[in-house]
């Protein structure tokens, strides 16, 4: 089985440290950065199978940053890339736009029988 | 000393009146001892109406004292007691029905009516009886003669009152108008019928004196006169004379035992000097001596006739006597009504003001009831106005004594003692000096209404206690004296409760708005102990028993739950309505505290969330809370205004810039929250913070905030202001904190 490389934007340190050690705990080759700049740093160096991405980033979107990495990576494909929030109350409008773009809304916690299969299908899948 | 009655009811003693009574008494009785013969039959005497005016004007003993003297002369002109008898019950009739407004005519007339006649009736008929029509004309006259008299002393007891408490005779000012009218009729009346007997007595003796004349032509022109038997009774028919005349022809020397056989004790041969015609005995006693010459007499006896005559009297003054009566009956009927008018008009009077007149009395008279209606109607308004002042002054007491109303005058605030001084208003007490100490929170509150012309203000009492709340309004500021001139005070009792509920209402509302971000500072903690817990899991699952990666893991399990912890204690603690004290605080940290809960609102909405805050500031006695309640509700506010702005532009990437700045100026702290939203709508700039004033959409704003943001201001002592940005879109919500002296 592919081996999945997994990209973590988050900016909470704690939180994002944890993911990645459960990630890399599950098989995956999970990378953490907590904005959009050393996202597009890291998806310069290497692509990536899977991207988590939370949506409400200290001083940007998550949407905005997965457009980014979308537009680097000329066509993303649908499966690769979620948005995590701990918000509940998104507007339709919120939703429709991350419906366009992401292969679904995660909303936190996350639990890890979630991620293992997140994991799972990433593996199986080609790389976004 | 002369102890008097006075017809009034209070006795008076007078040691003068004494000669002054005798000398009157005299002369009463001096008057009442001319027997006025006005025609035979018909004699005046004038003791009743000396004994009825006596009995007036000086009382009962006065009146039979009177009675007796004026009357004693009948006993020689009549040689019996009954006048004099009758006189004392007269006064004692008068005395027992005639009241001060009753005429002492109308008693009289039947008084005379039935005891008089009664007496007349059973008088002259002893020893022997007399002509029943003699005896009714002797009756008929002792009537009119005595109401006559009783309707004269009537008319001097209007004019002329004897006033025995000084001794002087005065004129009557005021009439009675029930004695008025019946002594009026009476007099009238009797007066008349009076008269009317007068002349036919007058009459009857003419008339008898003509036919002694006829008498004689008709005995000498009998044609077998001197064949009459002498002592022999013969009858003589006369034209003109209904009953026959009974005659005799008898010796003239025996003419005096001859007499009483023809009912006759007096000779009337026509050459007297007539004088005993005057009388009405004379005519019943006499009879016609006729000589027919040899000695020879005939005695004629017109018994017959004189009875004739006066029963002709009797039909001529009947009718009369018969209206007397009724006029009054009618009088007495009149006076009874006067009476119940007079005292339905007195009830009316003296109930006035007492209560509704709700049944109607009815008065005889329709001038009296028309005058009973009005003013029954007039009770009746007054009485519905004084109940409706009675019912105003109660609620006005009522609710004075509710909201603890105070009028004030000379109001000033002392702001070294921290305490209200005016003059109270009191309605009852007058004006007094009095004073109210005021929290110390808003002492400074009342230091910047100095010089304003009318305020209106709410504050609390005391210094250490905050349950008790006042409205003051003043007006009319007068610079010299540093004072309103007049105002109200007015306890608010509901003020505080009401303002909780209200806050927390909004509270509520409020957090019903932030759950995204509540939820959202959550489930970040969450999410990172559930990941831990699951690596820590895994780390043990792996035999890897890394004790210092399994504390770590540990460790920032127990980070992340302080964190939750943190987040709900912050939470929980707007949702509390209980009692906010005062805690000694920097209002930076307040700042700083409302802006960690609300920046992922501000993240999520993209906004760029600023604070300028100084390093250092003086601690303040501030309700933590409700401080932190104001900023959360400022930078709500500040998003919802950027986001209104981004729908009317049509421009969802206008980014969105909030500053929090705080910063002292001189003894005040200033808060300033600006943002760059729409500004302030016209139609709230004017009341901003009234109460439930929003322009957001139903169901996003209760338009509570800022009203509850101002309460909490002016519990400080602080102000609160908002305004739209001079050179940039948006508004500037202000907080003043004025700093304590010496703070």
């Given at each position: ?51 988590l ?14 457009r ?22 998104l ?13 679904g809304l ?11 299969r997140?994991?799972a ?8 | ?18 000669p002054m009574?005798?000398?009157a ?27 009825l005016?006596?009995?007036?004007w000086?009382?009962?003993r006065?009146g039979l004292v009177t009675a ?6 009948s006993?020689w ?12 019950g007269?006064?004692l ?9 009753r ?7 039947f008084y ?26 002797i ?8 109401t ?14 004897v006033?025995t ?15 008025s ?6 007099i009238?009346?009797a ?19 003509l036919?002694?004349e ?7 022109a ?11 009774t013969?009858?003589?028919?006369m034209?003109?004379?209904?009953t ?8 003239s020397?025996?003419?005096?035992q001859?007499?009483?056989s ?9 050459r ?16 016609y ?31 009369l ?11 007495m009927?009149?006076?009874?009504s ?19 007149v709700t ?13 009973v ?29 509710a ?18 001084r005016?003059a ?17 929170g808003?002492s ?9 012309s ?9 210094r ?14 007068d ?12 306890r608010l ?43 820590a899991?895994?780390?043990?699952h ?5 004790p ?5 893991k540990l ?9 939750a ?13 209980e009692?906010?004290?005062r805690v ?20 999520e909405r ?13 601690v303040?006695s501030?309700?933590?809370i ?10 709500q ?13 049509e421009d969802?990437?206008?980014?969105g810039a ?5 910063e002292?100026?001189?003894q ?14 016209p139609s709230?700039?004017?009341?901003a913070f009234n109460?439930f ?25 602080g102000?609160?202001a ?5 050179q940039?879109p ?14």
């Amino acid at each position: 089985m592919h081996t999945p490389n997994i990209l973590i934007v988050e900016d909470d340190d704690a939180l994002r440290g944890e993911l990645v050690e459960l990630l890399r705990a599950l098989g995956a080759m999970a990378i953490g950065v907590p904005d959009g700049t050393q996202a597009m740093h890291a998806w310069k160096l290497q692509p990536f199978d899977l991207v988590l991405c939370d949506y409400k980033l200290r001083a940007e979107s998550g949407l905005d940053v997965l457009r980014a990495l979308g537009d680097l990576a000329a066509a993303p494909a649908a499966g690769r890339c979620y948005l995590m929030t701990a918000h509940v109350d998104l507007t339709a409008a919120a939703q429709r736009d991350i419906a366009s773009i992401t292969t679904g809304l995660l909303h936190k916690p996350i639990d890890a029988k979630t991620l293992r299969r997140i994991v799972a299908d990433a593996a199986e899948a080609v790389r976004c | 000393m002369l102890s008097v009655n006075y017809p009034q009811g209070f006795r008076v003693v007078l040691p003068y009146l004494w000669p002054m009574a005798l000398l009157a008494l005299a002369a009463a009785t001096g008057l009442s001892a001319i027997r006025l013969i006005a025609a035979p039959g018909f004699e005046f005497y004038f003791g009743p109406l000396f004994y009825l005016l006596a009995y007036r004007w000086f009382g009962l003993r006065a009146g039979l004292v009177t009675a007796v003297a004026t009357m004693l002369p009948s006993l020689w002109w009549w040689g019996h007691p009954m006048a004099v008898l009758l006189a004392i019950g007269h006064i004692l009739a008068i005395d027992r029905f005639s009241g001060e407004d009753r005429s002492l005519s109308t008693v009289t007339f039947f008084y005379q009516l039935l005891v008089g006649a009664t007496a007349s009736l059973i008088w002259l008929n002893l020893p022997e009886p007399l002509a029943p029509e003699i005896v009714l004309d002797i009756a008929v006259r002792r009537i009119l003669c005595e109401t006559l008299l009783a309707a004269c002393a009537d008319l001097v007891l209007l004019a002329v009152l004897v006033d025995t408490t000084r001794g002087r005779v005065r004129r009557v000012r005021k009439l009675g108008l029930q004695q008025s009218i019946e002594a009026l009729v009476s007099i009238a009346v009797a007066g008349a019928a009076m008269l009317f007997l007068l002349g036919e007595l007058n009459h009857v003796n003419e008339r008898l004196e003509l036919h002694h004349e006829d008498v004689v032509s008709a005995v000498h022109a009998l044609p077998d006169r001197n064949a009459l038997q002498s002592g022999r009774t013969y009858w003589l028919n006369m034209h003109g004379v209904d009953t026959p005349m009974p005659f005799m022809k008898v010796a003239s020397s025996a003419m005096g035992q001859a007499g009483p056989s023809l009912g006759c004790h007096v000779f009337d041969d026509g050459r007297g000097d007539g004088t005993g015609r005057q009388s009405l005995r004379y005519w019943l006693d006499m009879c016609y001596a006729v000589p027919l010459g040899a000695g020879k007499i005939v005695l004629v006896s017109p018994h017959g006739h004189v009875i004739d005559l006066y029963r002709s009297v009797l039909h001529g003054i009947a009718p009369l006597m018969a209206y007397l009566g009724l006029a009054q009956i009618g009088l007495m009927m009149f006076g009874a009504s006067v009476r119940r008018s007079s005292r339905v008009l007195s009830q009316a009077l003296l109930g006035f003001g007492r209560g509704y007149v709700t049944t109607r009395p009815t008065a005889p008279f329709r001038e009296a009831d028309r005058l009973v209606g009005a003013f029954i109607a007039a009770n009746n308004e007054f009485v519905a106005f004084e109940r409706q002042r009675v019912h105003l002054m109660r609620t006005v007491e009522e609710l004075r004594s509710a909201i603890d109303l105070r009028l004030l005058s000379d109001i000033r605030f002392d702001a070294q003692r921290g305490e209200l001084r005016y003059a109270k208003i009191d309605p009852t007490s007058g004006r007094r000096g009095a004073s109210l100490a005021v929290h110390s929170g808003d002492s400074a509150h009342f230091q910047s209404l100095a010089g304003q012309s009318e305020i209106m203000v709410e504050f609390r009492r005391g210094r250490d206690q905050d349950d008790q709340w006042y409205l003051l309004i003043a007006r009319d500021y007068d610079q010299e004296s540093d004072s309103w001139r007049y105002g109200c005070l007015i306890r608010l009792r509901t003020a505080k409760a009401f303002q909780t509920q209200m806050r927390h209402s909004a509270r509520l509302m409020e957090l019903g708005g932030m759950a995204s971000a509540l939820s959202h500072e959550l489930r970040q903690p969450l999410f990172t102990i559930s990941l831990a817990a699951e690596n820590a899991q895994l780390l043990m699952h792996s035999g890897q028993m890394d004790p210092e990666r399994m504390a770590a893991k540990l460790g920032r399990i127990v980070e992340q739950v302080e964190r939750a912890n943190a987040i709900i204690q912050r939470t929980s603690s707007y949702a509390r309505t209980e009692r906010d004290e005062r805690v000694d605080m920097d209002i930076c940290q307040a700042v700083r505290n409302a802006v960690r809960f609300m920046r992922p609102v501000m993240t999520e909405r993209d906004i760029d969330l600023q604070i300028v805050i100084p390093d250092a500031l003086p601690v303040m006695s501030l309700p933590r809370i409700g401080i932190e309640q104001i900023i959360v509700n400022a930078l709500q506010n500040a998003a919802d205004s950027i986001d209104t702005r981004r729908e009317n532009e049509e421009d969802s990437s206008i980014m969105g810039a909030v500053r929090v700045q705080v910063e002292q100026l001189d003894q005040t702290i200033v808060l300033n929250v600006q943002d760059n939203g729409a500004g302030l709508d016209p139609s709230i700039r004017s009341n901003a913070f009234n109460a439930f004033c929003t322009t957001k959409p139903e169901g996003k704003g209760t338009g509570l905030g800022l009203f509850v943001c101002r309460q909490i201001m002016d519990e400080v002592g602080g102000s609160i202001a908002i305004a739209d940005n001079a050179q940039a879109p948006g508004a500037t919500l202000t907080l003043r904190f004025p700093l304590a002296e010496g703070g």
